[in-house]
Every structure is written in structure tokens, then in C-alpha cells.
């Protein structure tokens, strides 16, 4: 819905829900008020089941892109659910069956949790006779009741299916992890417990009432809301409907324990079809359709769109940087942005938890994968940041990638800078040029799995030197470490770039632009490098805050050439375009210093 101010003449969009009450003549046509009709699991499996039918027999997207039946793609372990007081664990291979199955996707929780019932090398012979349900945690009870109240026969679990003692066997199956959510009929998602143990049948409190900042009148349509009557209204009925600002102030919803589980993102994204068990509602959802079973509005904290269909047909490769190509690159992006401020109870899991992912996504893009970015568009993908908003966390102390890769830091919510994603490709010129990018793997054989070391050789313009002024909106500029007259430059460029002075060494300084660093923890580090490497639509130039590398922390990297320095990503930033044209770097300089990142 849009608005025109009077004073300005701008329009403006503003974002309304529209809802009516139960008994309103509009009930038939618009939604109602939120008010949760179903409250129990019990009386949700009949609509459940319903949409799960609609899906399978009528939606013509699900079925274009329902992956073929393959035996290779199995996982090799089920949950055989057909009796419940004695669910067992059966082998795959031992029968040539189309198995059906539904997935879990949940919260383990400790550590103490995750051993009491987990598959091991001790206990698979016998979990192979059956399974003490009394054994297992509540969350896999619930599992395994919904999937027998859905008509459904096996259960994948992760924590019963994977041997966990067995390195080979997790290397198998985390190999497959793609195939196994994308290939079930649904995944469960226990959205709402916040560990194995607490289960997520609970029935569910009613949601508090929507309260309406507009009231218009609604003129019913004349024919009758059932598709199967078509004897049309005698008389027009007039309802009423209410609207709600959606973006009015009020508490924002929270966040449920899934949410911030960075393997539950790839296992509802992967899955064909979605019941999510959160704490508000329970959701049914699918590549057609999204629906809060007994009709209440709630809107999640995590609510992400669904993956494009076209990214799951099996001969959708497109042109490289066609619009096609394009739209799924920006996918990725989208992608990134709900994964980056989600955690990983091993630190070593960062980039094997979106393998899956990133997998399916290198299909379509036909593009070398290099620790969460992409070789045909390297320039531009490095070029992430941080929301100013996120919490800003330590390095971590564990190696799980190079510095200029987002999976390096614990950054919150990754976004590239504004502008990458709408600029123009072609006819740009660009500042920088990839010589050379490596990502060296723990497991060859493994090419989405966890990184240990990386390099990158860029050939750059130059390396501005540059110091931080913070301030209190957290916006932080950057500024000339030296006299404009060090850099045989003149004391202003065309577009008037000031003189300024350090507040605390009195030294003569100038603006150069502004950054954003991937940690706080650097601060203070002194001296660092603006890079720029792409210009933009409006003038500027994005580029690299670099430091240089310790010593230390160049154990795993790739050894770099003689003589060249080599450096490590702290931040990246906007350079102002007076600098580079002072310098001449607009003049179609072309690169000529090689610096390695790690």
C-alpha cells in the first residue's frame, strides 16, 4: 500500500496486514485476526495432512522439481517407524525399496545430550533389533509420532542414522546431507525446543490479538466464496476489514533455538515440503506455498524465502553473468546473510554446515567454490560486511578459513556493500585483478568441506595507509595516516578533499572514506591499507582494509613468493573518489603491485 506526502510529493510505501474478524460477512475473503483456532497437534494432523495432499497431487512447481528416485542418494541408515514402541534402525541397502521418508531437523544441545542416545560403533547392532523408545530423547519421540500420524513409514535422524563414533561414516553421510533433506517428503522442524530433551508436541497458547491502526469498510464479491457453488449473491454484503502496520512499533519476534543453528538453515532450505513446530504456530510450507496451520498470523524472527525452483532442475546451468545467472549469485548472497550470524558447536563445521548448499548452488553457477565465494566473481564477493548493527565478537581462536573469507570471523549478519548487487557488470573498469586464489582442504575428497589454509594474490594500484575515527553511531571513517605532501599528491582534489587533523597526535590528516571492520578486536591496529578494487554507479570505489599478517598466523597458508608482502583482511570500506583521482588512479592505470592475502 502506498501513501503520497502532501508537503513533498514523495510517495512512500507503507506495509499493512489486512485481517477481519471470524464473524465478519469478510471472514470468507481476507484472513482473520490472528486469533490461533488450532492449539494442539491432535487437531492439526487432519489440515496437515490435507496440505501435504495439495502439495504432492497439485502444485505443478514441487513436482517439476521433486528430484528422480536414486538408490545412490539414499541415506544408508532409516528409523523404521511402522512400530512405534519398537522403532528400529534398518539398512537401506538391504532391500530394493522407493523409501518414503520424512527428516528431522532440530537442536541437539549438550554435549552430555548429544552421547546418552547416539548410534555408535557399540550400539548400531542392536539399535539394528530395535530401539528403546523409553531411550530416546522427547524431540525424537515427537518425531517419530508425527511420522506415523502423517501416514509415513521412516525417519531419518541425524543423531541415530550417522554412526557417531565413526569418522568414515560421517564423512559419508555428511557427504550426502543435500541429497537426504532434499530427497525426504518433509522435514520436521522442532523450531520450538531449545535441546533433545524438551520435544515440541506441547499444545500452543493463543497468540495475543492483532490491534488495527485503520478500518475500512469491504464490499463482499457477489459470488460465493466456494469454488464448487456457482450460484452468484443476490446482494452485495458489506464486512469490514482492519489494517495493521506491520513495520508499527511493538515487539519484534524472537528468535526460536533453531534459529540460531547454522546446520538448520541448509535442512529447511534443501527440504521439498516444511512442518515447522515453532512456539507461536505450527507452519506448512513448501516451493508453492506457506501457510500457519489453523489460519493465525505470525510472522518468525528466522523467515527466509525459499530457494528459486529453477536452482533445483537438474539442467539449469546458466550463461555465466547472464540475468539468470545473475539472480542465483544473488540467491547465495541471501543466503550468506541468514547463515552469518547462526553457530556451529565445532568451530571446524563453519563452511561444512552450508556444504550442502553451497553444493547445489555450484552446480548452477559453474563456478569454482573458494571458501564461500565464488572465482568468476571474486572482486565483488569480497567485498562483505558486517552490519554495523551486529554484535561484534572476537576472532575466533580456531582456524575455520582465510581472512578475506566471511567464514573467518563471527560477524553477524554478511551483506555485501550497497550497490554490488545493482551495479552493471560489463564496461566497468576495474582497479584490481585476481592473479591467483587457492583454498587448501582438510579431506580433498571433500570440496564443500571444513578449509585449514588459503592465499590469495591480487595485483592492486596501491596500498593507501589509513587510521580509524570512530564515532558514536558506530560508523567509523577513515582517514590519511599522512600529510596529503607525503603522497606527492596536492592538498585537495577536484571534489574538495579536506584537511583534517588527529585529535589525539595533532597530525595533519584527510578524509578518505569510510569502512566497516570485521571485528572489533582490530580496532587498534596500526597501520592498515585501504585497496580499492571496483568503482561504483555514484562515484565511489569499494575496496579492502588490510593488515599485515603475524607470523603466527600464517601456519597452513600457502607459502607466498619471495618478496611479495603478505597481509590479512580486517574490514572493508568505501574510498571517496578525490583520493584516486589525486592519485590518477582514474586514468586507467592499469595494476601493477602484487600483495598476498591469507
Excluded at 151 to 165: A, E, H, K, M, T
Excluded at 376 to 393: G, H, I, P, Q
Excluded at 502 to 517: C, F, K, S
Aim: aromatic share 10%.
Amino acid at each position: 500500500m502506498y501513501f503520497r506526502s502532501q508537503q513533498s510529493h514523495r510517495v512512500s510505501r507503507v506495509k499493512y496486514r489486512a485481517w477481519t474478524t471470524q464473524d465478519d460477512p469478510a471472514a470468507d475473503f481476507v484472513p482473520n485476526d490472528g486469533v490461533l483456532r488450532i492449539l494442539s497437534w491432535r487437531d492439526a494432523i487432519s489440515v496437515v495432512r490435507k496440505c501435504k495432499d495439495i502439495c504432492l497431487h497439485e502444485h505443478r512447481s514441487c513436482r517439476m522439481v521433486s528430484p528422480q528416485y536414486d538408490s545412490e542418494c539414499l541415506p544408508t541408515r532409516l528409523v523404521d517407524c511402522r512400530d512405534p514402541l519398537r522403532p528400529r534402525l534398518l539398512k537401506t541397502a538391504d532391500r530394493k525399496e522407493a523409501y518414503s521418508y520424512v527428516a528431522l531437523s532440530y537442536v541437539w544441545g549438550a554435549d552430555g545430550q548429544r552421547r546418552q542416545y547416539c548410534t555408535t560403533t557399540k550400539n548400531v547392532s542392536d539399535y539394528m533389533d530395535g530401539i528403546d523408545p523409553q531411550h530416546l530423547p522427547q524431540t525424537i519421540r515427537d518425531a517419530i509420532q508425527v511420522t506415523r500420524d502423517l501416514g509415513f513409514d521412516y525417519l531419518w535422524v541425524d543423531g541415530l542414522c550417522i554412526i557417531q563414533d565413526s569418522n568414515e561414516d560421517k564423512h559419508l553421510e555428511i557427504g550426502r546431507m543435500r541429497h537426504i533433506y532434499r530427497r525426504s517428503s518433509l522435514t520436521i522442524i522442532a523450531a520450538r525446543a531449545r535441546d533433545v530433551d524438551q520435544g515440541f508436541l506441547q499444545d500452543l497458547p493463543p497468540p495475543p490479538p492483532l490491534h488495527p491502526t485503520h478500518t475500512l469498510p469491504f464490499i463482499c464479491p457477489r459470488r460465493s466464496s466456494d469454488p464448487s457453488n456457482h450460484t452468484p449473491c443476490q446482494t452485495p454484503r458489506i464486512g469490514t476489514v482492519y489494517l495493521t502496520q506491520e513495520d508499527s512499533p511493538g515487539p519484534r519476534p524472537e528468535a526460536e533455538p533453531i534459529d540460531l543453528r547454522a546446520w538448520c538453515l541448509q535442512e529447511f532450505l534443501m527440504s521439498p515440503r516444511t512442518l515447522i513446530f515453532s512456539s507461536k504456530t505450527i507452519v506448512f510450507g513448501c516451493q508453492t506455498t506457506k501457510m500457519n496451520v489453523g489460519g493465525a498470523f505470525h510472522e518468525g524472527f528466522f523467515d527466509p524465502n525459499r530457494l528459486p525452483d529453477k536452482l533445483f532442475l537438474p539442467k539449469f546451468v546458466p550463461a555465466p553473468r547472464s540475468r539468470e545467472w545473475k539472480a542465483i549469485w544473488e540467491n547465495w548472497w541471501q543466503v550468506v546473510g541468514h547463515y552469518g550470524w547462526r553457530s556451529t558447536s565445532f568451530p571446524s563445521d563453519r563452511l561444512v554446515a552450508c556444504g550442502g548448499l553451497a553444493e547445489e548452488f555450484q552446480r548452477a553457477l559453474n563456478s569454482d567454490y573458494l571458501a564461500g565465494l565464488w572465482r568468476e566473481t571474486l572482486l565483488r564477493d569480497l567485498l562483505w560486511f558486517k552490519n554495523r548493527e551486529s554484535v561484534s565478537l572476537p576472532r575466533p581462536a580456531v582456524y575455520r578459513a582465510p581472512s578475506w573469507s566471511w567464514a573467518a570471523v563471527d560477524v553477524g549478519q554478511i551483506t555485501l556493500f550497497q550497490g554490488i548487487l545493482c551495479d552493471p557488470w560489463e564496461g566497468i573498469k576495474e582497479l584490481a585483478e585476481v592473479v591467483s586464489c587457492t583454498v587448501e582442504l582438510k579431506d580433498a575428497g571433500m570440496s564443500f568441506g571444513e578449509v585449514v589454509g588459503g592465499s590469495l594474490v591480487l595485483r592492486v594500484l596501491g596500498l593507501l595507509p589509513c587510521t580509524w575515527q570512530t564515532h558514536e553511531d558506530r560508523r567509523s571513517d577513515l582517514m590519511d595516516q599522512h600529510p596529503p605532501e607525503s603522497l606527492g599528491v596536492s592538498n585537495a582534489g577536484p571534489g574538495g578533499l579536506g584537511r583534517h587533523v588527529h585529535p589525539t597526535t595533532g597530525q595533519p590528516q584527510r578524509y578518505v572514506g569510510y569502512g566497516e571492520l570485521d571485528s572489533e578486536e582490530d580496532a587498534d591496529v596500526s597501520p592498515f591499507w585501504a585497496v580499492p578494487l571496483l568503482p561504483t554507479k555514484d562515484g565511489f570505489y569499494w575496496g579492502l582494509l588490510l593488515a599485515r599478517a603475524a607470523p603466527e598466523r600464517a601456519s597452513g597458508y600457502s607459502e607466498p613468493e619471495r618478496g611479495m608482502q603478505v597481509y590479512r583482511r580486517v574490514g572493508a570500506g568505501s574510498i571517496a573518489p578525490p583520493l584516486i583521482e589525486d592519485l590518477g588512479w582514474d586514468k586507467g592505470c592499469s595494476p601493477s603491485m602484487e600483495i598476498v592475502i591469507i
